[in-house]
């Protein structure tokens, strides 16, 4: 189904690719700016292929069988039967943050991980709802968007380094020509990255909605979001999350980021946690349920 998520994802895309276009003119040819694609695009594919593996061995995850967890087979079960998409492989991870990550480059091949922290922290339904949402990202394919993303975002930014050096080493001298690299070298980057992170909130959101169609349960994910951002919060205040022993360039992965201290907005990957639980409130009113309540 096309919502207003997917256009404004469809939109955030047209927007990167205008500023390629723009720099690779600024640049005074296509010659730079292949190479930056052929560079960055290699990265990330390889990123991409190799994306399950990165993630599960950066959060520390272990697989485990259906023998070992029946609980929380019998819920990753549930919800694939009413996605309609093949079975990923389950994982624990060895962490206290309450939070679940999914990865993988495409259904058949991707995994979902629970923390230890979130299966001590909420109900079975609750855990049901944020499953669907981490497999409504597999399902929406949003680890291939990320990547595009990604890679068009990491083009600008080396093609703008490369103007950088390519100023600073025989560039030309006149002044409102420097004027302008320099204005160009500087914001294309830091709009690519806006841009990024845009696309990536628009992704959570729609994780959100396609998540609570799968599971009929939109009221189980705003409680749980309410959970697991008191959770994290209660940890980071306790010392025991911090950007030494979380890996931020995870942090994008999770259903809620555990080391967000209370910032959102252009430069955050998630949208604020208010504004996910009122949009899944006015989902739970267009669908019939009652009213929001902690479980």
């Not at 360039?249 to 907005?265: E, K, R, T």
């Amino acid at each position: 189904m096309f919502t207003m998520n997917n256009l404004k994802t469809l939109v955030l895309m047209g927007l990167l690719t205008g500023i390629i276009l723009f720099v690779g003119q600024a640049f005074g040819g296509t010659g730079g700016l292949i190479i930056a694609l052929v560079v960055v695009g290699i990265m990330n594919f390889v990123s991409y292929w190799f994306s399950d593996k990165i993630a599960l061995a950066a959060m520390r995850s272990h697989e485990v069988t259906a023998e070992e967890e029946p609980e929380l087979h019998a819920i990753v079960d549930r919800v694939v039967a009413s996605a309609g998409i093949p079975k990923p492989k389950v994982y624990i991870s060895d962490n206290p943050s309450p939070n679940a990550f999914a990865t993988g480059r495409n259904p058949e091949h991707a995994a979902i991980a629970v923390t230890t922290g979130i299966r001590n922290l909420l109900s079975p339904r609750e855990l049901e709802a944020v499953i669907g949402h981490e497999l409504a990202h597999v399902r929406n394919r949003d680890t291939l968007i990320s990547t595009v993303a990604g890679t068009m975002a990491g083009v600008i930014t080396f093609a703008a380094r490369m103007m950088m050096f390519a100023s600073l080493f025989g560039g030309r001298r006149d002044s409102g020509n420097a004027f302008a690299q320099l204005a160009l070298i500087l914001l294309a980057p830091i709009a690519a990255m806006l841009i990024q992170m845009a696309i990536s909130r628009s992704r959570e959101y729609q994780a959100d909605k396609t998540g609570s169609e799968i599971t009929r349960d939109p009221l189980a994910l705003a409680s749980a979001l309410a959970k697991l951002e008191g959770g994290n919060k209660q940890l980071k205040e306790a010392g025991v999350l911090n950007s030494t022993n979380e890996n931020p360039a995870m942090a994008h992965l999770f259903i809620v980021n555990p080391l967000s201290g209370g910032f959102s907005g252009l430069f955050s990957t998630h949208p604020p946690i208010s504004e996910r639980i009122e949009r899944l409130q006015a989902m739970a009113q267009d669908m019939g349920i009652g009213g929001y309540r902690t479980m």
